[in-house]
């Protein structure tokens, strides 16, 4: 045996002097293996089995997915036609609030210098928009209308009046726009869109159950008359009692879109910035 005294040589005469490795002295780590334990065999070991007393959750025979313990279920509840018809088919608009808003905004993950639309709410996690589960846009409420106090070019698509008020009082701009599925979503991701190479498709128009809303100034909506829209700022000024700011000489606070550009316009710079 050799006479090295270093580490590596002490291992190597240890190795040397240990038997060729058979499955007949395969052993296991000291340690390594434990014994099962013993379950469901009452006093004579283990106890039950860790499911409890008695029971269907211990027998093993649970009802099916759906059972609601013998009471009307839901999908029985709610009636085909009626009230209820295409409510599976009813667009969702997630809400985002004027607090929310004001909190994306004072953290600086949005910049009230430049216009706010899907995109820029997205990319700051302050939505979450998912179009296969039929949203189709945010809806601004005014919880929060009284801390609000940035001056924003705002789009989203739906938005009650007291947040519409609580915008302009701050000297904002704020539509309400539609966007189809297939625009929604390279509107929320036009990255991935523009990897593809493929063309930016034209927007579409509302329906008829959605134009209404969208030509009616009130709701500051994208296909409505400029003019309308001026008047009816003055309007809601006058009813919620505050002095309209002047935003004519302010380039960054036009509306984004009018009617006759019917076009993902913020895809349009996107794709400038990746070419």
């Known amino acids: 045996m050799s006479v090295s005294r270093t580490g590596g040589g002490k291992t190597l005469d240890i190795v040397k002097s240990l038997p060729r490795i058979t499955l007949a002295n395969l052993r296991p780590n000291p340690g390594a293996r434990k014994n099962e334990k013993r379950r469901g065999r009452g006093m004579h070991g283990g106890n039950k089995s860790g499911r409890g007393h008695k029971g269907e959750r211990q027998r093993g025979n649970r009802p099916r997915l759906g059972f609601e313990g013998g009471q009307t279920p839901f999908y029985?509840?709610?009636?085909?036609?009626?009230?209820?018809?295409?409510?599976?088919?009813?667009?969702?608009?997630?809400?985002?609030?004027?607090?929310?808003?004001?909190?994306?905004?004072?953290?600086?993950?949005?910049?009230?210098?430049?216009?706010?639309?899907?995109?820029?709410?997205v990319n700051s996690r302050g939505v979450t928009i998912q179009p296969l589960k039929r949203d189709y846009g945010v809806h601004l409420v005014d919880e929060g209308a009284d801390i609000f106090c940035a001056k924003v070019n705002l789009e989203v698509q739906l938005a009650s009046e007291a947040?519409?008020?609580?915008?302009?009082?701050?000297?904002?701009?704020?539509?309400?726009?539609?966007?189809?599925?297939?625009?929604?979503?390279?509107?929320?991701?036009?990255?991935?869109?523009?990897?593809?190479?493929?063309?930016?498709?034209?927007?579409?128009?509302?329906?008829?159950?959605?134009?209404?809303?969208?030509?009616?100034?009130?709701?500051?909506?994208?296909?409505?008359?400029?003019?309308?829209i001026q008047a009816a700022r003055l309007a809601l000024a006058k009813k919620y009692g505050y002095t309209l700011p002047d935003i004519s000489t302010e380039m960054a606070l036009t509306p984004k879109f009018s009617a006759e550009d019917n076009t993902i316009s913020t895809c349009k710079k996107c794709s400038a910035d990746v070419e």
């Open 76 to 121: 029985l509840i709610i009636p085909k036609y009626g009230y209820n018809e295409g409510h599976s088919l009813r667009h969702q608009y997630p809400p985002l609030s004027l607090r929310r808003l004001q909190y994306l905004i004072d953290v600086g993950r949005v910049d009230p210098s430049q216009p706010i639309d899907l995109t820029q709410l």
């Open 163 to 228: 947040a519409i008020a609580a915008v302009e009082r701050n000297g904002g701009v704020i539509t309400t726009s539609y966007y189809d599925p297939r625009s929604l979503q390279i509107l929320i991701k036009p990255v991935p869109f523009f990897m593809t190479g493929q063309p930016i498709p034209k927007r579409m128009f509302p329906g008829e159950d959605l134009l209404p809303y969208y030509i009616d100034a009130n709701n500051r909506g994208y296909l409505a008359d400029p003019e309308k």
